[in-house]
T-cell receptor, first 116, second 110 residues
Framework: SAVISQKPSRDICQRGTSLTIQCQVD?????MFWYRQQPGQSLTLIATANQGSEATYESGFVIDKFPISRPNLTFSTLTVSNMSPEDSSIYLC?????????????FGPGTRLTVL | RKEVEQDPGPFNVPEGATVAFNCTYS??????FFWYRQDCRKEPKLLMS???SGNEDGRFTAQLNRASQYISLLIRDSKLSDSATYLC???????????FGTGTRLQVFP
């Protein structure tokens, strides 16, 4: 499986500010994803980040709030913009290695965000 | 109806017990099925993929019933280290997107 790192691992931010989360993979992957896990909840897909094309957002998530960059096949960023306390959550990136057949995903360690 | 539904937890079992988790999914077009394990304050880790023929990995056995849209996970000879939340995960139709169940918490006690 791929080795995935995220920065920062945690942050405490003020309302109205923005935070950019980085996701780095040790191998080239086509598919990268960003998820949110709110306290006591399971994971919800925010968007699919594809190199060379715009990210695809899931229902309830918009580019203005969660802009995503994917400059190459090993790196992506997710920005949480104009934060409010409701954005307090764990944000995780995942990758789907270049394997035939099954589409297992592997997750980064997550970024724990608290918005005051 | 939720897209992926799991048994409510928590399951509290003694060491050595056998425990089974169930999961149902709503989209008959789903193609890929997984069980993930998530420890407290950690990221989900893939436990096993679930194949149509069923599959076994040591003490863990997964079954898939496409007709009933039902997935199960059986853990035999439970260990203290099995204590975690187990997430049932299903692909969104034919896509690479994954839908996570809310998870079932397992607590194994001595």
């Amino acid at each position: 499986s791929a080795v995935i790192s995220q920065k920062p691992s945690r942050d405490i931010c003020q309302r109205g500010t923005s935070l950019t989360i980085q996701c780095q993979v040790d191998s080239q992957v086509t598919m990268m994803f960003w998820y949110r896990q709110q306290p006591g909840q399971s994971l919800t897909l925010i968007a699919t980040a594809n190199q060379g094309s715009e990210a695809t957002y899931e229902s309830g998530f918009v580019i203005d709030k969660f802009p995503i960059s994917r400059p190459n096949l090993t790196f992506s960023t997710l920005t949480v913009s104009n934060m409010s306390p409701e954005d307090s959550s764990i944000y995780l990136c995942s990758v789907e290695p270049e394997l035939e057949g099954y589409n297992e995903q592997f997750f980064g360690p997550g970024t724990r965000l608290t918005v005051l | 109806r939720k897209e992926v539904e799991q048994d409510p937890g928590p399951f509290n079992v003694p060491e050595g017990a056998t425990v089974a988790f169930n999961c149902t999914y709503s989209n008959s077009a789903s193609q890929s099925f997984f069980w993930y394990r998530q420890d407290c304050r950690k990221e989900p880790k893939l436990l096993m993929s679930v194949y149509s023929s069923g599959n076994e990995d040591g003490r863990f056995t997964a079954q898939l019933n496409r007709a009933s849209q039902y997935i199960s996970l059986l853990i035999r000879d439970s260990k203290l280290s099995d204590s975690a939340t187990y997430l049932c995960v299903v692909s969104k139709g034919y896509t690479d997107k994954l839908i996570f169940g809310t998870g079932t918490r397992l607590q194994v006690f001595p």
